[in-house]
């Protein structure tokens, strides 16, 4: 498709941003300007919004690049330079912004469209929560929870004269080699303990920081404050408690079911933590594709055979190089669908080496890809600002609505159907993980004075509910009771993790839906889509013709399904 970047109206098209000067005139501009009439206010909403969209991705380029290559200073520099110098500057004013536009008479006429009425909610809610002196503290919270990032890429090891990435090295525990599974797995649990007090005194000194914004903005604990500040109109902390409870009483039984016929294969009694990635028949690791390049072209060629719309967004992503897929020393681990705003085409950044989780990874950034696509008209960069329940959404369920075309990948059908087997176990597998994760950050913030010790307890206590205990951790004890510190959320976006559990319970209402009706669910899902953030969760979800639901007794309607599914292809 052809891309253009939107002709600016109101900012300065050659504008630069390199000190605070050079854009506090627009802001100024918005504040001082007289919106008296409707049009007046709509104008303005387009042009604040035209800013918003601008500096977002100014903001989303520095921390690209810095992430694709941790060890370049000057890169860290820029994105330093922003998150300290420019935004702690911008948060006042955008709260003058949104009293001047909360107090606009329009306001009440416009809510008359959903959209404008979702967007009104979230800007009273920023009102509510706005404390000036929590300025500095959130702009600290953001440069230093960036460090994770560059301790997790400075960790590699050394095999047989290779040095490598935890990302590949993760790759030789699938080997049927136990004597190499072993030893890597020895060498990555080494290499882990060198950074974990670094880990435990980066997230203690977040962990403080966190709870003094919550208690300036007049909350008992970061906890309370993060469900209001993540725009969690839709559900409560309840509603957290319940989707906790359902995952231990449904899916905990069927994945230890799922591991202990795992097991038998293995000819064990239990696992070893080197045995947990293995195939236990011994086949060995499936491997998709070896570059980058190929993991790209076959994912354009599977999405034309969705959708060829879908395949369209890849193919103009890669024409404008908003791809870098192929892990590297240096680059920050992890996958992401970075939104930017301005020209509306998104970056994905991932580290792939050659496994069948990369080519999971790639289709759902390329699920948040399309949904950047689908919306990039919408007049508003807050319609586009999406809960994260909806923006896993389109992610997740195109990890299923894929899987149907994954022989562009595993030609052998031995292999394709053990793929999209492998896919729908981890499915089951990663429920109790996010639940975990979820209730693990619960209770770190509302118990915010433990200690290192208290907070490795609590993890592996938690690990025994969410856990099968079928793996002997014996003499890596510590290995188990830190492995928290592997989980990105925790340090740098708080209690975005939940939001994974309740889009895959939607997404595999999504798949259901297209092994009914496939064109029916792919229409469904385009139209969801499309909405962003113009609609209410629940109502999102129904057009995608699904639920927004995560009680008991759906989560076993969809556990039964999927079960059923894995018996097919065990058949």
Known sequence: MQIERPQRHFVDASLTINDWQSIEVYFNNLLNRSIETKEAFIQWLKDHSELEAILEEDAAWRYIKMSIDTRDEELSKSYSFFVSEIQPKIAPLEDQLNRKLNASPFTNELENDPAYAILFRSVRKSLELYREQNIPIISEIAEESQKFGSIAAAQTIEYKGEKMTMQKASQLLKETDESIRKEVFEKIADRRREDVDAFNELFNSLLKKRHQVAVNAGFDNFRDYMMEALGRF??????????????????????????????????????????????????????????????????????????????????????????????????????????????????????????????????????????????????????????????????????????????????????????????????????????????????????????????????????????????????????????????????????????????????????????????????????????AYTRSIPEIYKVAGIEFNFKVNHLKELADFVETELTKLSA
């Open 234 to 531: 839709d559900y409560s902390v309840q509603d957290c408690y319940d989707f906790h409870t359902s995952v231990k009483s449904v899916i905990v039984p069927i994945v230890k079911k799922i591991q202990q016929e795992r097991l038998d294969k293995l000819g064990k009694k239990k696992f070893k933590p080197w045995d947990l990635e293995v195939d236990p028949e011994g086949k060995q690791p499936l491997k998709p594709f070896t570059t980058g390049e190929e993991l790209l072209q076959g994912t354009i060629t599977m999405f034309n055979e969705i959708d060829p719309y879908f395949g369209d967004c890849l193919s103009t992503m890669n024409a404008m190089n908003h791809l870098d897929l192929e892990s590297k020393e240096g680059k920050s681990p992890g996958g992401y669908n970075y939104p930017l705003y301005e020209i509306g085409v998104p970056f994905i950044f991932m580290n792939a080496v050659g496994s069948t989780n990369d080519l999971v990874t790639m289709v759902h950034e390329g699920g948040h890809a399309i949904h950047s696509f689908l919306s990039r008209d919408l007049e508003l960069t807050g319609f586009k600002n999406l809960p994260s329940e909806v923006a896993e959404l389109a992610s997740m369920s195109m990890e299923l609505l894929s899987m149907e075309k994954w022989n562009q990948f595993y030609t052998n059908p031995d292999d394709f159907k053990r793929a999209k087997k492998e896919q729908l176990e981890t499915i089951l597998k990663i429920l109790p993980w996010i639940a975990q994760v979820d209730e693990f950050q619960h209770w770190l913030y509302v118990n915010f004075n433990h200690t290192d010790v208290e907070r490795a307890e609590k993890w592996v206590e938690l690990g025994k509910e969410y856990g099968t205990g079928l793996t002997d951790w014996t003499g890596f004890e510590d290995m188990l009771s830190n492995s928290w510190q592997r989980q990105l959320h925790i340090f740098e976006v708080p209690f975005y993790y939940i939001e994974y559990g309740i889009a895959q319970l939607g997404a595999l209402g999504v798949w259901k839906n297209s092994l009914e009706n496939n064109s029916k669910a792919i229409q469904q899902y385009k139209e969801a889509l499309s909405l």
